[in-house]
């Protein structure tokens, strides 16, 4: 069964600290690309990074340059996502995606909030 299932999110105050998991199944993970998209209240979906297969190329979305850092282990069929100095507009949840497809977690809920 290809299945992405997202963990680690929560609430947080401005400038704490989050490590996203995201954890896959089902498809050739280690030769996947693959991309962290969030959800904002009320809004459309916003790219926020991308890994290629082998871990050693990200990109991100300029509003999180800096402060978030996207790795894997793909002997653990594990995308992560480490963010960082977190600010109130990254309240969204979070989802991970396999780039090039519609596959996506059902996602994480992250909050920062004082």
């Known amino acids: 069964q290809v299945q992405l299932v997202e963990s680690g999110g929560g609430l947080v105050q401005p400038g704490g600290s989050l490590r996203l998991s995201c954890a896959a199944s089902?498809?050739?993970?280690?030769?996947?690309?693959m991309r962290w998209v969030r959800q904002a209240p009320g809004k459309g979906l916003e790219w926020v990074s991308e890994?290629?297969?082998?871990?050693?190329?990200?990109y991100y979305a300029d509003s999180v340059k800096g402060r978030f850092t996207a790795s894997r282990d793909n002997a653990k069929n594990t995308l992560y996502l480490q963010m960082n100095s977190l600010k109130p507009e990254d309240t969204a949840v979070y989802y991970c995606s396999q780039s090039g497809t519609r596959l996506r977690g059902q996602g994480t809920q992250v909050t920062v909030s004082s």
């Open positions: 890994i290629n297969s082998g871990g050693d190329s990200t």
């Open positions: 089902g498809f050739p993970f280690s030769r996947s690309a």
